[in-house]
Structure formats: structure tokens, C-alpha cells
């Protein structure tokens, strides 16, 4: 099998694929159009497949007489108003794949064609996961609940990135991305009229000191050796401007590679919003909201990972220099739970204009990434099924 030749027969398929999914984008949950679309693209290629997670999709190629190798894409789109003007502009006023979602459905159901072609060849089973909210960091979770990932001996997944550039590729072991958690703190305080701030409890100043305090956390009462980082992303309180706010509603998010840290920095949050709270006269009470673990990659799937790169593009393909990053994966979640690898496929391309940071309304991709993350899904695939 020629994997790169075929793909490149394929291209403008992938391509226009690409394209329709960025034209329609869904948010997390809500993914129905474009789960159709899938669906119709696997019955086109007589891909048997199953619904899961709602508006998941789980597809199957090849025979259970060895192993089972699963390739995984997220489907979901960001609730984010587009501003690049191309013909592929998203359609839908507030809804932009604006993180190359739409790249990954597309290079998966590329993979999907070639795979089915060669379906007799295979020695084994490869698994193609098409998964829903990402984004909320709720869809690998359900995925697994409902049985997806049973049977699965190693799993693999892709993410486009324009911080790398076209062509390269960033495969990593251990930790590579961070938790991801969220917390919300609701306080209570007791309104009055702005002229008379003795009488009422201001609830926007408790969540103003809450807010710097938190700060503290990361500065103060973490080891500076350990990567922490503590957000408040959002902060709602009052109506009018002289009216005392007699409550408030702070958002926010924390990331870490090390779980016991994880853990000591939700105690940390109760405790100092609570206490700036009754110090202020006010009350305030905190839901704290556990999202996907850190993403740690299986050394040995890295290492193999690797040589399916090498052996398609060179060793100078191999990209060195991106760091481990606070940013946030549910592929975590599977990797919780067999070995795998999370890998970064470069579509960064200044001439292109596709080196705009993810989830940025002018964020875009350099699609000849495409055709490389589909040949590594496939190259991978096979590969790993021949390993004995």
C-alpha cells in the first residue's frame, strides 16, 4: 500500500470534506448535521457503524482475528463569530470551528476510505471513533460509559496545530497537556443604595478581593517548580450604578500536571473565597466541577508513533520545540484508560495566514496538513496491527 499516493488521490476529497464541516459548525452536544454527514460518507464506503454519546459516532474496519487499534476525531465546533472572509467562511452567525475540529472529522473519514479499500490487508480491527464535545471536556468520558473503548488495545489521535509548522510534527511522551478544571463561586451579600454603602453588604467587592486573592494561590502557596495556573475568567455582579450589589457570580478554571495539587487547589479556593466572604460580611459558596485529567502519553505508542512519521516523512519531520501546555484535552480520558498517543500535526503557515492561535475568530488551517495527518492515522493503523 502506497499510503501517501492514495492519499494524495484523495485530496481534494478530504479537502472539500474539510471545508462543508467548517461551512456548518455545531456546538459541543449539538453536533446532529454533522453526524449525518458522517454517517452518509461511511455508508457511501459500506463502513458499519454505531451511535454513541448522542450524537457520536463509533465505525469499524477490518476483523477481530487481532488487534484493535481505535483513530479518534472531535466533531464540535466553538461559540465564536468568524471574521476571515474565505469561500469556506462559517455559515452559522456565532458558531466557528475555530480549532480545527473540522480538519480532524475530515482526515478521519480520508483514512476511513483508504482503510476500507485495503480492509482484506488489515490484521485486525481499526476502530474509528468520531467524538462529540470536546470542547466541554465531556465527550471522551460518555464515550467510554457507554462501552466504546472496550476491546481497544491502543489508541491514537491527531491534533492540527498553528503553532508548528506544516509538515512537522510534535510527538511527545508523558504529560503534554494539562487538568482541566472549573469552579464557580456564588456570593451573597445584601443590597442597598449606592449612597449608603453602610447599609448594605457589597457583593461586588467581596468578588473583587476574592478575585486577587486567588491570585495568591500560584504565587504563594504552590511550589514554583510545579506548573499551576488559576483563572477567573468571569465575573457578573450588579444592575445598576448606584445600586449595592447584593450578589455576585465568579467563574473560573484550574490547570495542573500534578493530581495532589489538583486537589489541594480546590481546598485552597473554598477556603479563601469563604474567608474573604465572612470577612466582607458577606457569604460564598463554591461548586467545583473535575474535568479531564492531564493528557500523558504511553512512551512505547510514542516511540512507535515516531517511526510511522519517520518512515513516511524523514526523521526532520520530528518537531523538538513545543513545550508541555496548560491547555486541555478529554483524549486524557482514554488514555486513562489503555496505552495511546496524542499527537500535534503541524498547520501553522505565516504565508498562508494559518499561524493565528486556536480558538481565535480568525483562526484557519493550512489544509496540505490535511493529507499528512491522514497518512499518519493510516500508516499508524496498519503498522500497529502488523506489530506483534
Known amino acids: 500500500m502506497d499510503i501517501k499516493k492514495e492519499v494524495n488521490e484523495i485530496k481534494d ?40 454519546a448522542g450524537t457520536g459516532i463509533i465505525a469499524t474496519i477490518g476483523n477481530n482475528k487481532g488487534k484493535t487499534v481505535g483513530l479518534r476525531a472531535d466533531i464540535d465546533a466553538l461559540e465564536i463569530e468568524e471574521l476571515n472572509n474565505k469561500e469556506y467562511k462559517s455559515l452559522k452567525k456565532g458558531l466557528m470551528h475555530a480549532c480545527g475540529h473540522d480538519g480532524h472529522t475530515a482526515m478521519l473519514l480520508g483514512a476511513a476510505k483508504i482503510l476500507k479499500k485495503h480492509e482484506k490487508e488489515l490484521s485486525g480491527e481499526v476502530r474509528l471513533i468520531f467524538q462529540p464535545a ?68 457589597d457583593a461586588a467587592v467581596i468578588g473583587a478581593s476574592i478575585v486577587l486573592n486567588l491570585q495568591t494561590i500560584v504565587s504563594r502557596e504552590i511550589d514554583p517548580l510545579e506548573p499551576a495556573v488559576v483563572s477567573v475568567g468571569k465575573l457578573v455582579s450588579g444592575t445598576r450604578y448606584n445600586i449595592i450589589a447584593h450578589e455576585a457570580l465568579l467563574e473560573g478554571t484550574v490547570r495542573t500536571f500534578n493530581e495532589d ?117 493510516i500508516e499508524y493503523a496498519v503498522s500497529y496491527l502488523k506489530k506483534k
Open 13 to 52: 476529497y478530504i479537502i472539500n470534506l474539510r471545508r462543508e464541516f467548517h461551512k456548518n459548525p455545531e456546538p459541543s452536544w449539538k453536533e446532529f448535521e454533522t453526524s449525518e454527514r458522517i454517517k452518509n460518507e461511511l455508508e457511501k464506503e459500506s463502513i458499519p457503524y454505531k451511535s454513541i
Open 134 to 201: 470536546e470542547e466541554l471536556g465531556e465527550g471522551a468520558k460518555k464515550i467510554i460509559e457507554e462501552g466504546g473503548l472496550e476491546g481497544i488495545d491502543n489508541i491514537f489521535g491527531i491534533h492540527l496545530w498553528s503553532g508548528i509548522p506544516t509538515g512537522k510534527f510534535s510527538i511527545m511522551p508523558g504529560e503534554i497537556m494539562a487538568s482541566a478544571d472549573l469552579f464557580s463561586i456564588k456570593i451573597k451579600g445584601k443590597g442597598g443604595h449606592g449612597s449608603m454603602p453602610h447599609q448594605g453588604v
Open 261 to 377: 495539587i489538583r486537589k489541594s487547589i480546590s481546598e485552597k479556593i473554598e477556603r479563601i473565597s469563604k474567608g474573604i466572604a465572612k470577612t466582607y460580611r458577606g457569604e460564598a459558596e463554591m461548586e467545583y466541577i473535575w474535568g479531564p485529567p492531564p493528557v500523558k502519553n504511553d512512551e512505547e505508542s510514542v516511540k512507535f508513533a515516531r517511526k510511522c512519521a519517520e518512515s513516511l516523512y524523514g526523521k526532520d519531520s520530528l518537531y523538538f520545540s513545543l513545550k508541555k501546555m496548560m491547555g486541555a484535552e478529554d483524549f486524557a480520558y482514554y488514555l486513562k484508560k489503555v496505552p495511546g498517543v496524542f499527537i500535534f500535526v503541524g498547520s501553522g503557515n505565516k504565508e498562508k495566514v494559518t499561524d493565528f492561535p486556536h480558538h481565535h475568530p480568525n483562526f484557519d488551517i493550512d489544509e496540505d496538513a490535511l493529507l499528512l495527518g491522514t497518512t499518519l492515522h
